[in-house]
Antibody, heavy 120, light 110 residues
Framework: EVQLVESGGGLVQPGGSLRLSCAAS????????MNWVRQAPGKGLEWVSY????????YYADSVKGRFTISRDNAKNSLYLQMNSLRAEDTAIYYC?????????????WGQGSLLTVSS | QSALTQPASVSGSPGQSITISCTGT?????????VSWYQQHPGKAPKLMIY???NRPSGVSNRFSGSKSGNAASLTISGLQAEDEADYYC??????????FGGGTKLTVL
């Protein structure tokens, strides 16, 4: 059974930093492209970042470019999102999501999400 | 880049059919076959319902279907059931190698 379990969320002050983790199991993580998608409270979905299976292809949404860094450790079956210079508008549930094969931008499995709150 | 345009809400009675539209541009919906639809129940993670415009993942009911014409895609749900009540989001791959979502549509089953 495919499982994605996010952790690391919490309350951070504006300007602060936090790292989210996503532990993957039930599939071959090292051959899967991965993403982070977020959802502000009561709002819609927003794609945040993508990383290829080997980590050599990375993309970011304009809203986080220069502040967030996506990475992965295939030996640990883990995905990460380092978030710096956090703003109130980064407050959201952050989901890790697996890319669906060769279908670009299609996410077939999602974690349960980790809540980040940016507030003083 | 602005979100894809979806109606804020749609409604239908059990057994009826509804269609949710998703409008983008030639740089996203119109330019690629990589249009997906997701269902999200309150407090739950999104679930993939349609990928590549009209394909259903294993396990998704054939009451769900998708199509595309030009810069607009659509999700149709036939034979509405109470459990279909949820938020629905479209998404598309873009020319910038990013992904853009629609604003979401709340489906109410009357």
């Amino acid at each position: 059974e495919v499982q994605l379990v996010e952790s690391g969320g919490g309350l951070v002050q504006p300007g602060g930093s936090l790292r989210l983790s996503c532990a993957a199991s039930g599939f071959t993580f090292s051959t899967s492209d991965m993403n982070w998608v977020r959802q502000a409270p009561g709002k819609g979905l927003e794609w945040v970042s993508y990383i290829s299976s080997r980590g050599n292809g990375i993309y970011y949404a304009d809203s986080v470019k220069g502040r967030f860094t996506i990475s992965r450790d295939n030996a640990k079956n883990s995905l990460y999102l380092q978030m710096n210079s956090l703003r109130a508008e980064d407050t959201a549930i952050y989901y890790c999501a697996r890319d669906f094969g060769y279908s670009y931008g299609t996410f077939d499995y999602w974690g349960q999400g980790s809540l980040l709150t940016v507030s003083s | 880049q602005s979100a894809l345009t979806q109606p804020a809400s749609v409604s239908g009675s059990p057994g009826q059919s509804i269609t949710i539209s998703c409008t983008g541009t030639s740089s996203d919906v119109g330019g690629y076959k990589y249009v997906s639809w997701y269902q999200q129940h309150p407090g739950k993670a999104p679930k993939l319902m349609i990928y590549e415009v009209s394909n259903r993942p294993s396990g998704v009911s054939n009451r769900f279907s998708g199509s595309k014409s030009g810069n607009a895609a659509s999700l149709t749900i036939s034979g509405l059931q109470a459990e279909d009540e949820a938020d629905y989001y479209c998404s598309s791959y873009t020319s910038s190698s990013t992904v853009i979502f629609g604003g979401g549509t709340k489906l109410t089953v009357l």
